[in-house]
């Protein structure tokens, strides 16, 4: 063999293997965008050996979307113009298909139906996103009960109907929660194709429940308390439950409460620093001059309640539970509407822990 021929040999040799490394690129003749943004997955079909290669090219991101009713053209070589701008490297693709794509709302894709999808297969095309949704999170954080919202408009209604395969998810972020990006790899016969999706996830809100069993008269500490997510069938909306430990930590329990069982605002209370029939020493402060009395008190309460309060003298007033066995004259003539536990506050209930401990 001469040189020349083997110089052809060699040449020829070295094409078949770019070419056999290549990723092959066919462009449609139409496409119909997913999506705001029209990415390489819309307009071609894209084949490659290393399918981490076919995923990056799949989602490039090349002109935004047409509006409604508008047409766009997109010829091969302005797409390969796009592709090298995005930092792609052309002598690693191959391109074969149609001269140019035609890319708008209403151009129909190679296998797609033009009658509109019934309400039940829409519906079918929604629960399969969602499942691959709740798959790919819980894949991410195991245990969690995720709520997903992720509406499909139409476009994406007919791409996901059209994928016969599984649903390859990827995107979002942690702590997974709030507004999140993902795509879509949809696997029809023809290839592959990756649309964008936005979804609406989160968490349900947990409540506060006993983290052991508490006995009626108890003072609770945060450490008997413990959160759990809401959507336990013992936990139903609507009650009158605590969403913070800190709320719940230094009242005082009215009835026991079992482990697991949620903390209703009707099983607590402020801590009951006075009891009826209690003698109470009262004291009344003005213009720097204080004096202090004894009576006994008509009602029961804790810190900060206003009770009835009677004089050994049969004489009666109202005075506000300012610590154990202790009150303070209000000049209100009436009794005021006690606040309820979900109302007390975060420092009330640290004092009155405080006040009962001394």
Known sequence: MNQSSTNLCFILLLGTAVSS???EIHLRSQARPVSSLVRLADIAQVVANDSQQQTELE???LVPAPVDGQTRYL?????????????????TLRFSGASRVAIGADAEQPGRRTNRLSTQEAGRAQQRVHQALQQYLDAQAPGANWQIACPLNA??????????????????????????????RLIHRGGTQTIGVTAQVSLPQAVVTAARPLPRGAIINASDLVLQPSDSPRLRAGEDLFH????????????SVAVGEPIHARSVRTPQLVAQGDVVTVYSRAGGISVRITARARQAGGYGDLI????????????????????????EPAPAKRPTTAQASREGGRRAVALANQ
């Not at 010829?75 to 052309?90: A, M, Y």
């Not at 476009?155 to 990827?170: H, K």
């Not at 309060?309 to 066995?325: D, L, N, Y």
């Open 21 to 23: 490394s290549a990723a």
């Open 59 to 61: 989602s490039i991101g």
């Open 75 to 91: 010829g091969i070589r302005e797409l390969q113009d796009l592709l090298h701008l995005r930092g792609v490297d052309l002598t």
């Open 155 to 184: 476009a994406q209604v007919a791409a996901v109907s059209q994928a016969g395969g599984a649903i390859q998810v990827s995107g979002g972020h942690a702590p997974w929660t709030g507004q999140q990006q993902f795509q879509l």
């Open 244 to 255: 913070e430990i800190e709320l719940v930590a230094g009242m005082e329990t009215t009835r």
């Open 308 to 331: 009835a309060v009677e004089t050994f003298e049969r004489k009666r007033f109202f005075a506000r539970i300012s610590g154990p066995q202790q009150v303070e004259i209000s000049a």
